[in-house]
């Protein structure tokens, strides 16, 4: 393993087993665990419902390391919260070439619903 790291030009750190602050798991246990104590109170059977609320809470947080957020390291692109799709589809719907934009669509949805039950 040194070996390929050292072709690769990665720096290679170990973790030892024990020392939880220094693994990056623990560390994201560690942010996830007061919120979710938070979302849950005294529903226990509930956690799992509670996480994708969580994990987009903690998406948009800037990284101190990389000064990237975690949803465009993972996805390429800044997630997009419920205010900003509604705004975005305020002003599709404000355009005075609403009718011409979405027709197009509309019938290529239709073509594909039939394929579908035909396929179906």
């Given at each position: 393993?040194?070996?390929?790291c ?52 903690l ?24 205010d ?37």
């Open positions: 393993m040194q070996q390929t050292n072709f690769l030009g990665i720096k290679q750190d170990l973790i030892y087993v024990y020392h939880r602050q220094a693994n990056p798991s623990e560390r994201k246990n560690r942010d996830l665990k007061p919120r979710l104590a938070i979302l849950v109170r005294d529903e226990h059977d509930t956690w799992e419902e509670k996480l994708p609320m969580i994990r987009f809470a998406n948009p947080a800037k990284c101190e390391t990389t000064n990237h957020t975690e949803a465009f390291l993972q996805y390429g692109r800044e997630l997009r919260t419920t900003d799709v509604t705004h975005d589809l305020r002003a599709l719907i404000d355009n005075d070439n609403f009718v011409a934009e979405i027709t197009p669509n509309l019938k290529r949805f239709a073509r594909l619903t039939a394929e579908i039950k035909d396929h179906v």
